[in-house]
Nanobody
Framework: QVQLVESGGGLVQAGGSLRLSCAASGRTFSSYAMGWFRQAPGKERGVVAAMSRIGGNTYYADSVKGRFTISRDNAKNTVYLQMNSLKPEDTAVYYC????????????????????WGQGTQVTVSS
């Protein structure tokens, strides 16, 4: 089992940047494919970015392509979401998620694919 703790959220002006971090407990972080999801008020939670266990395969939602970057440091048990050129519509609670997988190169876009979730961190982008 793994526990996920997000950090790095906050209030930023449109056009600004934030970097979210998600620290995982345990010693098997490299066993997990990782994802970032977000939920805005009144909307369903949806995928923002996802990354394979190894191999560096990534997926981005169309709304964040070219602005957000997912990365991971397996030595630090941490996955990151670098968010640039933020827009007011990026305002949401951001969650990281982990999926146990034997596949080193698969990423997962569906919420139901993930086994573990963090508690979320609020990102607010002002216009």
């Amino acid at each position: 089992q793994v526990q996920l703790v997000e950090s790095g959220g906050g209030l930023v002006q449109a056009g600004g940047s934030l970097r979210l971090s998600c620290a995982a407990s345990g010693r098997t972080f490299s066993s997990y494919a990782m994802g970032w999801f977000r939920q805005a008020p009144g909307k369903e939670r949806g995928v923002v970015a996802a990354m394979s266990r190894i191999g560096g395969n990534t997926y981005y939602a169309d709304s964040v392509k070219g602005r957000f970057t997912i990365s991971r440091d397996n030595a630090k048990n941490t996955v990151y979401l670098q968010m640039n050129s933020l827009k007011p519509e990026d305002t949401a609670v951001y969650y990281c998620a982990a999926r146990t997988t034997s596949s080193g190169y698969s990423y997962y876009k569906e919420e139901r694919a993930y086994d573990y979730w963090g508690q979320g961190t609020q990102v607010t982008v002002s216009s």
